[in-house]
Nanobody, 115 residues
Framework: QVQLVESGGGLVQPGGSLRLSCTASGIIFSIYTMGWYRQAPGKQRELVAAMTPGGSKNYADSVKGRFTISRDTNTAYLQMNSLKPEDTAVYYC???????????WGQGTQVTVSS
């Protein structure tokens, strides 16, 4: 059974940093593209960043230069710097299998950027 467990969310002041983690179990991690999505109140869920097993990365324009996605053997990370109030959202981890494109989601972690 696939399980994605996120951690690292919280309250931070504008300009601050947070690091999100997503630990996967029940999958062969090396054949999954790992992605971070976010959903703010009243808005659609949007892709923030994704990283393929081969190391290719893509970012939403709104976070380029501020956020960095990385991964190791079973965990994906999202380092978020220079946070802005508009980054406030629930952040979700996604694992997308590269051959079948069957995907799974984590439960989400709240990130609030406020003074």
């Amino acid at each position: 059974q696939v399980q994605l467990v996120e951690s690292g969310g919280g309250l931070v002041q504008p300009g601050g940093s947070l690091r999100l983690s997503c630990t996967a179990s029940g999958i062969i991690f090396s054949i999954y593209t790992m992605g971070w999505y976010r959903q703010a109140p009243g808005k659609q869920r949007e892709l923030v960043a994704a990283m393929t097993p081969g190391g290719s990365k893509n970012y939403a324009d709104s976070v380029k230069g501020r956020f960095t996605i990385s991964r190791d053997t079973n965990t994906a990370y999202l380092q978020m710097n220079s946070l802005k109030p508009e980054d406030t959202a629930v952040y979700y981890c996604n694992a997308d299998q590269v051959y079948t494109h069957m995907d799974s989601w984590g439960q989400g972690t709240q990130v609030t950027v406020s003074s």
